[in-house]
Nanobody, 124 residues
Framework: QVQLAESGGGLVQDGGSLRLSCAAS????????MGWFRQAPGKEREFVAG????????NYLDSVKGRFTISRDNAKNTVYLQMDSLTPKDTAVYYC?????????????????WGQGTQVTVSS
């Protein structure tokens, strides 16, 4: 059974930073590309970032490039999303997700499972 547990969300001011963490089951983490997507109130889900299993190749939503950094610690079965220069437009529930394969996820359809989500709120 896939287990993904996000943490690190919260309230931050415009321009601030947060780091999200996601602990995954070893079986899932050892074979999957990982990533994050988000859903803001009243909006569609949106791919945010992905990272491959072996090479660490990454992929980002254009609007977060240069501000967000995805990384993974394979020894801890954990994936991170460092979010800097946050704006109110980044306010959403952020979900950690496991890819269908080891390659870098590039869209929502590349994910096969996800966690419960963590709320990120950026105040102006």
């Amino acid at each position: 059974q896939v287990q993904l547990a996000e943490s690190g969300g919260g309230l931050v001011q415009d321009g601030g930073s947060l780091r999200l963490s996601c602990a995954a089951s070893e079986r899932t983490f050892s074979t999957s590309g990982m990533g994050w997507f988000r859903q803001a109130p009243g909006k569609e889900r949106e791919f945010v970032a992905g990272i491959s299993r072996y090479s660490g190749l990454t992929n980002y939503l254009d609007s977060v490039k240069g501000r967000f950094t995805i990384s993974r610690d394979n020894a801890k079965n954990t994936v991170y999303l460092q979010m800097d220069s946050l704006t109110p437009k980044d306010t959403a529930v952020y979900y950690c997700a496991a890819g269908r394969s080891p390659v870098v996820p590039r869209s929502l359809s590349d994910f096969s499972s996800w966690g419960q989500g963590t709320q990120v709120t950026v105040s102006s």
